[in-house]
């Protein structure tokens, strides 16, 4: 069967995955106004799954198992697959999801150290494997990345209420292991994952991931619908 284009971006809080995200939205829409974009976002971009997300990263969630934690991240993900990603790809659309199970498995596999092989088949259990076409992962220096996380979120929560502050306030050794296990996934999947890191600036980054995604373009081209 014809197939979209799924693309997702990952990364450390504040390393600006949400900022390019917008750009690559913006620029696929540009190259062609035609082309169907969805843009989605992990946990959310559902009813149920922005449900899911309020509880999960709110921080007067207190004591949640880490199994849990992981189990809510793929009820949402089964949710936003049924709903929104797979019904758009069966489309012939482009998804660009801002987080997928590579979070999982950094974040719960590596930060709450429950390991990668639960998530992997997790996801072969309630995601049918589901792999994407194209994954962008943005690491510059973790301190940067952290530092812009927690003074961003305590911004959001003064001007809009809402507390998404509960994995911001993990301490740094958590998110060492978050960002290992963002490496060792680049290193054993190569094909899908592009890996940006270092001291780049807004636009250089947009460049790679351009160029990323026109080769992708160009790969997948003919299997797409007339
Ligand atoms: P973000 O949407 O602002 O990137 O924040 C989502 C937070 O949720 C972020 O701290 C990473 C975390 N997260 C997980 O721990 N596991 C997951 O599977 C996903 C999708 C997100």
Not at 162 to 182: G, I
């Amino acid at each position: 069967m014809p197939r979209g284009l799924f693309i997702t971006l990952e990364g450390l809080d504040g390393s600006g995955k949400t900022t390019q995200i917008k750009r690559l939205a913006a620029w696929l829409k540009q190259r062609d106004p035609a082309e169907g974009v969805v843009l989605t976002r992990q946990p959310g971009g559902t009813v149920t799954g922005d449900r899911i997300r309020s509880l999960v990263l709110d921080s007067r969630s207190i004591g949640l198992a880490p199994m849990t934690e992981m189990a809510l991240m793929f009820a949402d993900r089964a949710q936003a697959i049924a709903e929104v990603i797979q019904p758009a790809l069966d489309a012939g659309k482009i998804v660009l999801c801002d987080r997928f199970t590579d979070s999982t498995e950094a974040y719960q596999g590596g930060g709450r150290e429950l390991g990668s092989a639960p998530v992997l088949e997790l996801h072969r259990l309630l995601c049918a494997n589901l792999q994407p076409d194209l994954t962008l992962l943005l690491l510059p220096r973790l301190d940067f990345s952290l530092a812009r996380a927690r003074h961003r979120n305590q911004h959001v929560e003064t001007n809009t209420g809402l507390n998404e502050t509960r994995f911001e306030q993990e301490q740094d050794a958590f998110f060492t292991r978050v960002w290992q296990k963002y490496h060792e996934i680049a290193a054993r999947d190569p094909a899908r994952v592009l890996l940006i890191e270092g001291d780049l600036t807004i636009d250089q980054v947009h460049e790679q991931i351009v160029a990323a995604v026109s080769k992708c373009l160009r790969t997948l081209a003919p299997q797409k619908p007339a």
